[in-house]
């Protein structure tokens, strides 16, 4: 008898030291572009959405990113968001870029058509726990952007 307490209150001690908390689970993050308006002198106003897939908060510190459309090149997003994401949460930082002239006329001609076009991301993504060190993230996005309804100048 007083074997078999020994053994449950080791046990029970054992159980005691795994429940330490949740687990910090830090994921790879992702980034898409959630809209792109064209401002009238010709710039763009980008809203890169950035995904925190973490259990813990993420700061999201720079980026260096390409935007192609058709695999050309049309923009570069080289920001510094500085943007803190909820675990499991996504927020959006939005930019002025000034596009390539062949993205600008890509996006031109396809607006003036009334359609969308695809686009690929590429790049990398410095991001990390709040109390903890940023990393490089590489990032490889194919989506594809579609004309807003009255909004003109605007995809998403």
């Not at 359609?115 to 990398?124: D, E, I, N, V």
């Amino acid at each position: 008898m007083i074997r078999r307490l020994a053994c449950f209150a080791t046990l029970a001690l054992l159980l005691a030291g795994c429940g330490s908390g949740p687990v910090r689970r830090v994921s790879e993050p992702a980034a898409s572009i959630q809209q792109l308006t064209v401002r009238a002198d010709g710039r763009w106003d980008v809203a890169l959405r950035l995904n925190n897939f973490s259990s813990v908060a993420m700061r999201f510190d720079s980026t260096a990113l390409e935007i192609a459309f058709d695999n050309g090149a049309a923009a570069r997003l080289d920001l510094q968001p500085q943007l803190e994401v909820a675990p499991e949460s996504a927020d959006v930082h939005t930019a002025v870029v000034t596009p390539t002239p062949a993205g600008r006329a890509r996006l031109a001609t396809a607006l003036a058509d009334g359609r969308g076009l695809s686009y690929s991301l590429r790049g990398t993504l410095q991001a990390g726990p709040l109390d903890g060190k940023p990393r490089s993230y590489e990032i490889k996005r194919e989506s594809a952007l579609s004309p807003v309804p009255g909004l003109p100048g605007a995809l998403r």
